[in-house]
């Protein structure tokens, strides 16, 4: 931390003496002051200390990044505090930024981070009227993107979709990965958007009318390939060989589902369940009622909803109706009455015809809808 209390005032690190002691804003504990050749001048607590409100690892990618965004809010003339204590959440956010005329908490995450920790902490920002950004440090930049941590620290906005922010002040790069999506085996997909950041790369990145043509690159054919490429390969995905048996028990084979499976990208990852797997047993779950009933929307989004599963991921940045497994349901709804496979009559759906589902690849390439 760079900012310690001395008799009740407020001393940055660099302005501080090895003669004086200082307390923790936070805690008020005793701490130490660390000035140093190659490190930022900073407070640290002393080994053991238990301290609720200053509990981030305090490595020097922390605190060069602290400092370099707190240094742009300040050169671009932003109303900025550093690391300012807020007692009514009991909260010290690193940085805190009058942006769009509104306070947000700044959090530049280093080390991880439990969701109820984040989530309790974003909830307490939202309720005492602030917003709050986790921007993620170079550590997470180093590792895989999981769901987990998707779901954690992702944003919603019209323009860039689900999205989430990187910065890495070794370099003063920028990066936000938009329009994160789920591709049919679960894998998640992303645009990147790389910038040093100005305030123009900023308004620009948040432009509400921005269009992206995120989608465009998705080729069916491309992906039964790939679906049995997998399918062959040496090793195969835990949860890809659940589909297939789930398949077998069938007599169905996986490699010639049905061409509507490979629809469109999935707009939202939201469970564990992939994509796949959702639409395979919400069709074979079709083949397996009687034609003449109708159903509901009710009913039909409640398998929906049952086959995803109930490890539902949360996103406590993200207002619920914003992203939801119902989206996703809309979605292929709409693909099953595009290929009339039910149809909507009286305000309820009825079976029409169901899918056809090939031997084999070889046989369901024929079919290839042009
Ligand atoms: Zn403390």
Redesign the pocket.
Same mark, same amino acid.
């Given at each position: 931390m760079f900012v310690a209390n001395k008799d009740d005032h407020s001393v940055l690190a660099i302005d501080a003496t090895r003669e004086s002691k200082y307390t !923790?804003?936070? !805690?008020?504990?005793f701490?130490i002051l660390r000035h140093g050749q190659t490190r930022l001048s900073h407070f640290a607590?002393h080994a053991g200390?238990d !301290?609720?409100?200053?509990s981030e690892g305090e490595t020097q990618a922390h605190l060069t990044g602290k400092t370099r965004i707190f240094n742009w809010c300040r050169k671009n003339h932003l109303a900025v505090k550093l690391e300012a204590y807020l007692p009514e959440l009991h909260q010290r956010p690193d940085i805190l930024v009058n942006w769009h005329h509104h306070w947000t908490a700044i959090e530049f995450q280093c080390s991880p981070i439990s969701l109820e920790k984040l989530s309790e902490r974003t909830r307490g920002y939202y309720e005492h009227g602030y917003k709050v950004w986790w921007i993620l440090g170079p550590t997470y930049l180093a590792r895989k993107l999981t769901l987990e941590k998707l779901s954690k620290f992702s944003y919603f906005q019209k323009s860039l979709n689900l999205f989430i922010s990187f910065y890495n002040p070794t370099n003063d790069q920028f990066l936000v990965k938009h329009h994160l999506t789920q591709d049919l085996f679960g894998k998640i997909r992303w645009v990147d958007y790389n910038f040093v950041p100005d305030k123009k790369a900023f308004n620009e990145l948040f432009r509400q009318d921005n269009q992206y043509d995120v989608l465009k690159s998705y080729h069916a054919y491309r992906e039964a390939l790939e679906l049995q490429r997998r399918l062959l390969g040496r090793y195969t995905d835990p949860r890809l060989r659940k589909v297939q048996n789930f398949c077998y028990l069938h007599h169905l084979n996986l490699a010639g589902c049905p061409w509507l499976i490979h629809g469109r990208l999935f707009e939202f990852p939201t469970g564990v369940t992939t994509p796949l797997e959702i639409k395979v047993r919400f069709l074979v779950k079709l083949t397996q009622v009687s034609s003449k009933r109708s159903f509901s929307y009710q009913e039909f989004f409640a398998w929906f909803e049952y086959i995803s599963g109930s490890s539902m991921l949360k996103f406590p940045n993200v207002a619920r109706q914003k992203i939801n497994v119902e989206m996703n349901f809309q979605q292929f709804l709409a693909e099953l009455l595009s290929n009339e496979v039910v149809q909507l009559d009286h305000e309820c759906y009825r079976i029409n015809k169901l899918p056809c589902w090939y031997r084999d690849l070889t046989q369901k390439l024929n079919f290839f809808p042009a």
């Open positions: !923790c804003p936070g !805690c008020g504990q701490v607590h200390a !301290c609720e409100v200053f």
